[in-house]
């Protein structure tokens, strides 16, 4: 996928450190950004799929493992 320029407002000493120490704040920035997006698309599906994970729990629990016998450990 291609790049695209966006705009960002840093806090005027971040930016300033970043710069003196030689960071790519670009390359921080997306990494950041695709870290909290992935946690958010994470969050989102564990909200989305809640009640199925509820479900299953109560069905092992009620149940124990599917297989179980056959497991050897």
């Given amino acids: 996928m291609g ?13 300033e450190t970043a710069r ?3 960071l790519n704040m670009s390359r921080l920035a997306e990494k950041a950004i695709a870290a909290a ?4 698309r994470n969050r989102l599906w564990r909200e989305e ?3 199925a994970n509820a479900a299953y729990a ?3 629990a ?3 493992l599917p297989l179980a016998a056959f497991r050897t450990f």
Avoid at 3 to 15: P, S
Avoid at 37 to 40: D, G, I, N
């Fill in 3 to 15: 790049r695209i320029k966006v705009n960002l407002t840093l806090d005027a000493e971040v930016a």
């Fill in 20 to 22: 003196a120490l030689g």
């Fill in 37 to 40: 997006t992935k946690a958010e």
């Fill in 49 to 51: 799929n809640r009640a």
């Fill in 58 to 60: 109560e069905e092992l």
């Fill in 62 to 64: 009620r149940e124990g």
